[in-house]
């Protein structure tokens, strides 16, 4: 179980193109969410659980909490992304005590072992709902410039993160069930990147890189709701149907999404976390047998109504605390090379 | 058991060095061959194993079609990439079915834990009998191009396959053996890193960062055979001797060869993976006491021609659907950074 | 426990910032000290350990080996790494022997389960006592090159060290205590991280990423002696001040230190594993009820003296083989890129 440590500190690598700001911000992030979240474990209304268990735990938040960041990376200070950070973890905790946790017995039973949910729903929408306050006129006209080696550098990223998302998703799932889960996983993987491929060059022309680094992914996030459920096929279309709307959505929707809703998702989170795991969520009611599908359906909800609402809230606050004087440029906070 | 995954994600890493086409295809190669190999194990040819088990050899199947692909990187379109890992697996398939699973009976029982003959060797010499068809007089005359960081790159990802060997030589090993088979690896890659510095010293006068890269790797490859059955000084002497051998083909042999053979190979895939695997093969025949000389021997004739047999075959298919038209050079196929 | 021969890995990745050069000399240290290491063990002088158990403390040493080396990175020819390697193995054997082991049973129990003191502090000030006899007026001169790359590498590194830490601290403390130990680990890590965030701008006024790269890591260190037996808040304390005097070692002291003792320290050793190391020693005797004080202070003494004693000789012994023409630049022994 402890692998999923290691695929979890990739993850914060992943984030890393946008540079010094954005490793900065991952480390603290983590080192502010970690021991948040075991601590409020701690006081009680929380069903007691082992130390291990608890962290893992704990890096399901902090994993959510980087997507959240995900989509304004780049146009906030760093004392804001601590701020963020503060103001996440509580909202995260209480989505999980009532959707997971079923804390006031009105939901039911919501599957989302991997939390396609809970964890990258929730992160995606948050996010965006944050980014609504916090996306100025210019930040929608300045490009998010990348280069050569910064677009290997996600391909590098994205491939780490792939091969440790099954421990990811089988961390907390019980012993027996894990080689079912961890070869769905590895399926579901195998048919996003496939279909993204495909998607990508059906759709551009060519091919775009960055479109193989972010909806190669797109399975993993989906399977979630059900990798410990669907059969080997199913977690294969599962895969491939992820992998080809994240691709539409990179390539298609995210211009539209920015124009319409005026809002710039740094690292297109809604992409790439938000609809697949939604996806993910309802697929949940086809694959399982016997599923509770007003719980499914009541789960999915709640959790898209705390997230925007907590997230337009948070994005408030923090656009209270002003804004970087250089969007996408950490020279304001950071030393120059000694 | 699932650390064999981590290390094998690592495999790809390091064949990033020829850029976004590279890890594209790397990506789309082991998307295509996991679930091609585990759906075909499902046939009922096979002997029925456990899923995760089944996982690790479609791995292998997976890392041996990596190797093959090493040779010809960076001189065939992705489409082409595509058809190579269908071709491969089935031929990969058949010579594991034959030589491990002795399906037909008259091999009898060939020593290959680690898969220095039917995972290393078999895809050196499918990629380089493949090159065969896919190496043209202009790919003759290109260098292939690497600069600083690229070789810092290939000194990491070759850092990173060292940490990560022994688990993947100890991934089906029982139990009881994990131990001592890990610490032979260990001293075997210990012995061919040195060698790998000395050689290269003596041969060259200065070090040649390339060299490193790969020949300290050619130590895990060799114990392959013999991982769970030398001693730990006999470890060590295979690793030294394969470091040895394999830094003398990267720094004298390769030029000769591709002026002899008229065949570039790509990433050096004969020096690091062909010669050395056949050399550990050959190498199990005085360590292991008792055991079948003729099997040993029938194994690794019979692996390399196949390999040989079906890489020539498969180049000629593959090369039927054109080549690409700037060598190592993405832009044909790939957009320019947004 | 096998997951510290992957954190281990990416130790070396760490110190990777010197170019080729340094790539080299960590692979060779490695190959050079573990089998060395183990051999050594085996002559009947030390207790019989299983093989893994060997293993891994032969990695502690190597570890231990590669912080004695960052300090005189950049400034010795290759030839004088191996005699570093084959110096410091037995030193480091012989203060673990006395001080973990006590052969002469003059010590009495020493609480350093992660390594605090034996592996951080001794190889901090081996190195650095090394560096008296390897540190020219030439080399105060010119500046430690570093570029926005190569920052950016080292946060990567120091991630992955960061959630590697606690396997490595885990790796051999009992089973049961595998939870706890491995959330204290994480917990100090989290106070470090902070704590060299909040460091940094105070007193630099901005952050440097070096002093974010080095000090998150300070609080494992620093919980090294302790990780099995604090409390959870204990860890975040440990943590927050080790990472506190970490940044204020690399911000302040550095410079002036280098000014008064006429040393080099290339990559911060003393401010990074010297004296957090050192710290987490002395934080046992407030940390661990019925600790034998007098043990404590005697271990701590006995490494301190032990490793500079051994420090200076060696240091003396390598300055006679020379000394690089070119200070951290590699191009005299490499070959420039083919």
Redesign the interface.
Same mark, same amino acid.
């Given at each position: 179980m402890?692998?999923l440590? =290691?695929g979890?500190? $990739?993850l914060?690598?992943f984030v /890393?193109k946008y540079? /010094?700001s954005a %490793?900065?911000a991952?480390?603290?992030l983590? #080192? =502010?969410s970690?021991?948040m979240y075991?601590s409020m474990k701690g006081l009680g209304i929380f069903e007691a659980k082992?130390?291990?268990e608890?962290?893992i735990l704990a890096e399901f938040g902090a994993a959510s909490l980087l997507i959240a960041a995900g989509a304004i990376l780049g146009r906030i200070r760093?004392i804001q992304y601590i701020i963020l950070g503060l103001l996440f973890i509580p909202f995260y905790m209480f989505n999980e005590l009532i959707v997971i946790g079923d804390y006031f017995h009105f939901v039911g039973k919501v599957a989302d072992t991997g939390g396609s949910i809970v964890i990258h729903a929730f992160g995606a929408l948050f996010g965006i709902a944050a980014a609504v306050s916090l996306t100025t006129q210019e930040d929608m006209e300045i490009?998010i410039e #990348?280069?050569?080696?910064t677009?290997?550098y996600s391909? %590098?990223g994205s @491939?780490?993160l792939?091969? $440790?998302w099954? #421990?990811f998703c089988a961390a907390l799932v019980p012993i027996e069930a =894990?080689?079912?889960t961890?070869?769905n996983v590895?399926?579901a993987?195998?048919?996003s990147?496939?279909a993204a491929?495909v998607a990508s060059v059906l759709i /551009?022309g060519?091919?775009?890189?960055?479109d =193989?680094a972010n909806a190669?992914l797109a399975g993993g996030v989906a399977i979630g709701a059900t990798c410990d459920f669907a059969s080997?096929p199913q977690a @294969?279309i599962i895969g491939v149907i992820a992998g080809a709307i994240s691709t539409i959505g990179f390539a298609i929707l995210q211009n539209k999404q920015q124009r319409i809703h005026k809002i710039v998702d740094t690292c297109g989170v809604s992409n790439l976390h938000g609809i697949p795991g939604i996806f993910g969520g309802l697929a949940a009611i086809v694959v399982i047998d016997g599923i509770d599908i007003y719980a499914q359906l009541k789960g999915i909800t709640i959790t898209v109504f705390i997230a925007v609402l907590a997230g337009l809230l948070c994005g408030k606050v923090i656009s209270l605390f002003g804004k970087t004087k250089d969007v996408y440029d950490d020279s304001a906070? $950071?030393?120059a090379?000694?």
């Open positions: 402890a692998m440590l =290691i979890f500190g $990739f914060m690598v /890393r540079g /010094r %490793l900065t991952t480390f603290l983590v #080192s =502010i970690l021991p075991m082992g130390e291990i608890q962290l760093m490009p #990348s280069d050569a080696t677009d290997k391909v %590098l @491939m780490v792939w091969v $440790f099954p #421990s =894990i080689p079912h961890v070869v590895f399926i993987l195998c048919g990147t496939i491929y /551009r060519k091919v775009s890189i960055a =193989i190669a080997h @294969m906070e $950071f030393l090379n000694e």
